[in-house]
Every structure is written in structure tokens, then in C-alpha cells.
């Protein structure tokens, strides 16, 4: 699907913000940002994943959809998002991991990218180790390889993309509405562990 708005600016000028849409941050210096830039009602359970993958150490950013319908309309795909927030806060970063949420595979797949391959192993040994299944998406556009990907924008010029599957996604909640997603399940925490523990270099606790 071709994305409506091809920058922030078109989308902001027919948009209204934290009525359509919102944004979230909490920038914590020199920390690896994770981000959700199709959050909320666009790709649902992403802003979920990337907050708590956050948790309290590292930067958080989400731009969420907020309607009650047709949130896909605000899909600004990763290559030109560039809305002020987003870029002030993974400028400041190291590095970057975005949480996306894929559309068609019917498997519980976690697909990996980003040009931080260092770190992209890490986080794929540790969901493997987490009884995951974790592959490289066949779509190029979903591999997250341009250098102006907002996921390859801080300051190492190298992230992670992490396009997670619709039914992995919805494993990860009591019900995939916005009540369902504020109840987690036990594969959410272990997946979330697990990126962490790659992310801040430990070993996740069983």
C-alpha cells in the first residue's frame, strides 16, 4: 500500500494531532533509543513492545495512531519519517531499534534488519534462545538497509529493524483491541526480556 503522506509535514497538515494522532518520548542521555514511528491504532502492539522494551534505562520514542478507524492513513514508511520528535531523540542516540509490526506473514516470526549486524546477532540469539523464530524478511523494503531508515539515523549511522509478525503480535495480548493490549502475556515478557538483556549486553534470568 502507498503511504498517503510522504513526510510529517504533509501528514501534520491534514492530520490533528492527539486527536488522530500522538507522539511519546522520554529521551535518557547517551542510551540506545526504541522506537515505535507506526504505533498505536497503525501497527498495533508496537508502541506496547517498544516501551517496555525501554523500560526505564533506555530512550523511548512512539508515534501512535489514535483513530477509531483507517489508522494506516498515518503510515509514514521508515525511509522518510521524519517527524521532529523522532529525529531530535535518535540523533542523540547511539543506537537504534525499531519496533514494526509485518502485515502478511500467518507465522509467529520475528524478521530482523537494520545495518547494526553486531547487535541485530545478539537480539537474534537471544529470541532464538527465548524459543522465538527469527528470520530475514524476503521484501528488501522491509530490511531496513537505507541509510536514512529513522532506525539507522543515531549516531552510529547503523540500527535494528525489528518487524514483528500480526499473529506473534497478537500472541503477545489478551486481545489485540486497545483494552486487550494493556494486558501483556507471558510470551510479551520473555520477548521483551530477551531484547533488553541484547540490547544492555546481560544474559536474560529464566
Request: proline share 3%.
Amino acid at each position: 500500500m502507498v503511504d498517503r503522506y510522504k513526510n510529517f509535514a504533509e501528514l501534520a497538515a491534514h492530520e490533528k494531532e492527539n486527536t488522530d494522532f500522538r507522539v511519546r518520548s522520554e529521551m535518557r542521555r547517551d542510551a540506545a533509543a526504541v522506537i515505535a514511528p507506526h504505533g498505536g491504532g497503525i501497527e498495533p502492539g508496537t508502541s506496547e513492545l517498544a516501551e517496555a522494551i525501554a523500560g526505564a534505562d533506555l530512550s523511548f520514542y512512539a508515534f501512535e495512531g489514535l483513530k477509531k478507524d483507517g489508522n494506516g492513513v498515518l503510515h509514514v514508511t521508515s525511509d522518510h519519517f521524519d517527524e521532529a520528535t523522532a529525529i531530535e531523540l535518535v540523533s542523540a542516540s547511539p543506537t537504534v531499534v525499531a519496533v514494526h509490526g509485518e502485515l502478511k506473514c500467518t507465522d509467529n516470526v520475528a524478521f530482523l534488519g537494520g545495518l547494526d549486524k553486531d547487535l541485530g546477532q545478539r537480539i537474534r540469539t537471544a529470541l532464538k534462545g527465548a524459543e522465538f523464530v527469527v528470520r530475514i524478511h524476503d521484501n528488501p523494503n522491509l530490511q531496513g538497509v537505507n541509510e536514512n531508515n529513522i532506525c539507522n539515523r543515531g549516531r552510529s549511522g547503523q540500527g535494528v529493524q525489528l518487524e514483528v509478525s500480526q499473529p506473534l503480535r497478537r500472541s503477545f495480548f489478551e486481545s489485540f483491541d486497545r483494552t486487550g493490549r494493556q494486558r501483556p502475556t507471558k510470551a510479551f515478557t520473555r520477548f521483551v526480556d530477551a531484547i533488553r538483556g541484547a540490547i544492555l549486553g546481560e544474559a536474560v534470568k529464566k
